[in-house]
């Protein structure tokens, strides 16, 4: 990721010599789309760039292009080959991640099946309320809705929260090792069996 905005400059230096301005209309576009997510989001994340990585996909093109053939446009066998070579190792590459990326969410899924399942078996089943670490995703699995009092998802104040607590099924969800929230502390808590039979998430719902 850190070598694509190297080799998208110089596909553009190359483009520029050339007068092929539709090599630097992507490369505009890209800067365009990621200079929000870098200089104006409080925190980011590499899939937020997705998008400006696939149009600088183009100038890099153009420069690997220019590499394996010169300004004359002959083929350089030695050249073409290292470029060839680094091309098959970085597909490699992201191929290992690809898979490792791949099993590691199929072992998500099976744990948060397990905590999902353990949810439903303790009464709580649509609708529903899901608060706390994990909510988010677990919500999902679950069948809930998802309500968080604090941090980036904040959506729900405390007393909503417990207020809706009286209508409708609202579980906590507590991290291995951490407390409770005051407000849900003497309410009536489980253990949510985790995939692999460690780390154990609690869970608090209301009496």
């Known amino acids: 990721m850190v070598r694509a905005p190297a080799l998208a400059a110089g596909g553009a230096a190359t483009a520029w010599r050339g007068r092929r301005a539709t090599v630097w209309l992507p490369l505009l576009t890209a800067g365009s789309l990621a200079v929000p997510y870098l200089f104006t989001v409080g ?3 590499p899939r937020f760039l997705l998008p400006a990585y696939a149009l600088l996909a183009i100038p890099v093109a153009e420069c690997l292009w220019w590499l394996a053939r010169g300004s004359a446009g002959a083929l350089r066998p030695r050249t073409a080959v290292v470029v060839a070579l680094a091309l098959c190792g970085h597909l490699a590459v992201q ?4 898979l490792a990326a791949a099993a590691n ?13 353990s949810l439903h078996a303790y009464g709580v089943r649509p609708p529903c309320v899901l608060s706390g670490d994990e909510a988010v995703p677990l919500a999902f699995y679950a069948g809930c809705a998802s309500r968080q009092t604090a941090g980036a998802d904040r959506s729900i104040t405390v007393p909503g929260l417990v207020a809706l607590s009286g209508h409708r099924r ?7 090792g951490a407390r409770a929230p005051a407000f849900a502390r003497h309410w009536r ?7 692999s039979g ?3 998430y609690r869970a608090y719902f209301r009496p």
């Open 43 to 45: 925190y980011a994340a």
């Open 95 to 98: 191929g290992g991640v690809l």
């Open 105 to 117: 969410n199929r072992q998500a899924r099976g744990h948060y099946d397990a905590m999902a399942a």
């Open 170 to 176: 609202v579980a906590v969800l507590v991290a291995p």
């Open 189 to 195: 808590s489980a253990v949510l069996a985790p995939a």
């Open 198 to 200: 460690a780390d154990a």
